[in-house]
């Protein structure tokens, strides 16, 4: 193959215009991104029962093969709560009656933003369905396709039983029944692409298969035909996700190439197919699939460029290879992986070490299993199946041992300016480090690249009051890379540490709890506990205290006796107790020794937390009644330059006495979008307003921010939605 020199694509004479045009391109793609486009409305208000009709778009099975979802036109409705007699059909029409929904946007740093994914995707808003009436079916060749797949999916589940979710996974791009604990588990140490089918998944199929057609027909022609051919149908039964299409794209540049007797440019191939997907959808810029996929192949062409790696021959070069590349494409993966998820496992260099040389072996058994299955032959398909179980288990074990050394984790979502220097210092690491690179240079750049990408640079004391739906979860910033909590849990949302808190703190480079405070122990308060409290094991942050009321309460015991079986030490608080933490100081005003309530609300804890000259009353779910009691009990002590509303803004807490008492110079409220209760309620809000003072709730703002100052304004409250909304 022939290959020209180190060729910049913004050096003098540039031999690579589809680089240079896709790099030009995604200027105007931005500026139409950030400052034309608008997300169209919704048909309907939110919650309301509206009815869709139209053509069908795409659908998915569920695990069991049951539909699941249709998309028609720009909707995206959920099947599995309705009956229908007759299967609606890709390409038929159909009418879908039920109740509207918005997708979630991003309401909490380093949270998923559904509404930007399903918008790259043509689909605005969701259904609910409650009634499915087909209009009239069409067996098109998609809707065939899609059978197909499904009945390809159930047929590996029959014959596979050991690992027929990753088997589904690897060949045919079917999550449904891949189990939760090994997504968790790759997620975790920054190895979720294993699980997807890949660009380099398809290309090396690709490759074995065009070998195999060459072997065969003899001829280049009918070879690359039959390739293309047979890729374009894997392509469309498998879903055309960006890194199948691209790989697809790029294949078939090689193979024209090749017909052509042009030597293939990886560079510009890849750029051809950026710009062609651009031109289709421009808001692909924004997808991180998109820009995962991209990246990794400009990474490896770029490292080719480098000669990073070198392609030597023998076992001992090709290990220095492998180590090459597994480095190469932390270091390019990086930045991304951090902006995107906020965590990053240094350990994945070693994972993919080990992963890479065996990646064509679990190919190999998982589509020895697929064939075998289609074939019926079950003792064969379970032979590879168990095979593949093998590899897996490995790969599990080692990925256990990674996760569970904390020391190979980095977190905090970088500022795209420090992003741009280091994806710049890369480059000309690159391209110059035959020039004065060592051993030692190497390694100290490195260590220096990975530090400054993944250094927190810019923070303040800052509280935040996290987005959790109909609940509670509060992050007292102590350092650059530690916190308070206070509270997490919500009745309308599952899993509020894994979805919301934890992200939050890798976003925000938190690497430590300094300590858990616990309010009380309601659900809405403490369902994300036990979870956070173990969270060392699954995302490598510690818990150093935790801190409960001392009253008799079994759900607070059994949070205690988890604590202790983590050897993390627990301390129970009353009226009189005071507790300091870095530069933070909380004193406890409620509850009294002793006391007991027949309503947990009213035995709340109460903190008053003073970071220098500022202090934020924290109240739990507390009503008129402690108020009155914390009045008598606290006098002018009560009084903060911020307040957390209690229990959610009900009407039956913050009365007038209690609001003149504390005479915050602000308030937060945390409250669930669409929640039964109404919180916050008309006759709190009105209280505030009559007092004069101002208040912001996180189901209209997203996460609420409260940052510190030594000087000038005291304190700022910023929205995660809207920027900032309050000075102080």
């Known amino acids: 193959m022939r290959r020209s020199g180190i060729i910049l694509p913004f050096a003098e004479g540039i031999k ?52 699941s979802y249709v998309v028609i036109g720009d909707a995206y409705c959920y099947l599995s709560k309705v009956s229908f007699e007759e299967e609606p059909e890709i390409g038929g029409f159909c009418r879908v009656t039920g109740k509207l929904y918005d997708f979630k946007q991003a309401m909490n740093l380093g949270g ?16 609910n369905a409650t009634g499915v009436e087909i209009i009239s079916g069409k067996i098109t060749f998609r809707e065939k396709l899609c059978k197909l797949k499904r009945n390809l999916a159930l047929i590996i589940r029959k014959y596979c039983p050991l690992e027929e979710g990753t088997i589904n996974t690897l060949i045919l791009a079917d999550k449904s029944s891949l189990s939760d604990e ?23 199929v690709a490759g074995v298969f065009y070998k195999l057609c060459r072997l065969i027909l003899k001829r280049k022609i009918p070879a690359s035909a039959v ?26 540049v090689r ?58 021959k023998g076992f001992k070069n090709r290990f220095k290879d492998s180590i090459r590349f597994s480095l190469g494409m932390c270091l390019v993966m990086l930045p991304a992986t951090l902006y995107f998820s906020g965590v990053y496992s240094v350990g994945a260099i070693l994972l993919n070490l080990f992963i890479v040389p065996m990646g064509p072996l679990m190919l190999f058994t998982a589509f020895g299993a697929f064939f075998a299955s289609l074939l019926s032959l079950g003792g064969v398909a379970r032979i590879f199946d168990a095979a593949e179980h093998i590899l897996l288990s490995i790969t599990d074990f080692t990925a256990e041992i990674v996760r569970n050394a904390g020391l190979f984790r980095i977190s905090g979502k970088p500022d795209k300016i420090v992003i741009f220097l280091c994806y710049g210092a890369l480059l000309w690491f690159l391209f ?4 004065w690179g060592t051993a030692v240079s190497d390694a100290i750049a490195i260590a220096t690249y990975i530090r400054v990408i993944s250094a927190v640079w810019w923070w303040t004391p800052c509280v935040s009051m996290l987005y959790v739906g109909q609940g509670e979860c509060m992050v007292l910033r102590t350092s650059a890379e530690s916190a308070v909590v206070i509270d997490c849990g919500s009745t309308s949302q599952t899993k509020v540490c894994q979805y919301d808190l934890v992200p939050f703190l890798n976003a925000s480079g938190i690497r430590c709890i300094e300590g858990i405070f616990i309010s009380h122990s309601d659900k809405d308060h403490t369902s994300g506990i036990s979870e956070l409290l173990e969270s060392y094991r699954s995302e490598g942050i510690p818990v150093k205290n935790l801190f409960l009321q001392r009253i008799e ?12 079986d983590l050897g993390i030490p627990s301390h129970r608080l009353s009226r009189g107790d005071s507790v300091k933490i870095g530069d933070w100081e909380f004193d406890c005003f409620w509850p009294y020794k002793g006391v007991s309530f027949d309503n947990k609300n009213e035995a709340s804890m109460v903190l008053l937390g003073k970071y220098k000259e500022f202090s934020m009353l924290f109240t739990g ?59 916050p309620g008309i006759q709190t809000t009105g209280r505030l307003t009559e007092a004069g003072i101002p208040y912001y709730c996180t189901k209209e703002t997203g996460e609420l921010d409260i940052f510190l100052y030594d000087r000038g304004e005291k304190f700022k409250i910023n929205s995660y939605i809207s920027g900032r909304i309050f000075n102080k």
Not at 194 to 201: D, K, P
């Open 16 to 67: 690579r215009p589809l680089l240079l045009l896709f790099l030009v391109i995604c200027i105007p793609v931005l500026v139409y991104i950030k400052f034309i486009y608008k997300d169209p409305p919704l048909p309907a208000p939110r919650g309301e029962i509206i009815t869709v009709e139209g053509k069908v778009r795409d659908k998915t099975y569920d695990s069991s093969g049951e539909l």
């Open 112 to 127: 998923y933003d559904e509404r930007a994914y399903r918008r790259v995707r043509g689909q605005n808003y969701r259904i």
């Open 182 to 204: 090994r997504k968790d588990l790759y997620r975790s140490v920054s190895l979720s692409h294993f699980l997807v089918v890949s660009g380099l998944h398809v290309s090396a």
């Open 227 to 252: 390739t293309l051919t047979v890729l374009i149908f894997y392509g469309l039964l498998i879903g055309f996700s960006v890194s199948v299409l691209r790989a697809i794209f790029m294949y078939a």
């Open 255 to 312: 193979l024209l190439g090749d017909l052509w007797g042009k030597a293939y440019d990886m560079l510009s191939a890849a750029s051809l197919a950026a710009v062609v997907t651009l031109m289709c959808n421009p808001l692909y810029l924004t997808d991180s699939s998109f820009i995962y996929s991209y990246l990794a192949v400009f990474g490896i062409g770029f490292m080719f460029e480098g000669h990073v790696l070198s392609g030597l």
């Open 432 to 435: 110059n480090r035959k020039k």
């Open 553 to 564: 309460d079994e759900k607070l015991d059994a949070l205690e006796g988890v604590a202790k």
């Open 621 to 679: 779910d507390i009503s008129a009644g402690t108020e009155g009691r914390l009045i008598k009990a606290c006098g002018d002590t009560l009084k903060a330059d911020v307040l957390k509303i209690p229990h959610h803004g009900s009407n039956k807490s913050s009365s007038e006495e209690f609001l003149a008492a504390v005479s915050p110079g602000a308030s937060v409220i945390s409250a669930g979008i669409g929640n039964r209760y109404s919180h």
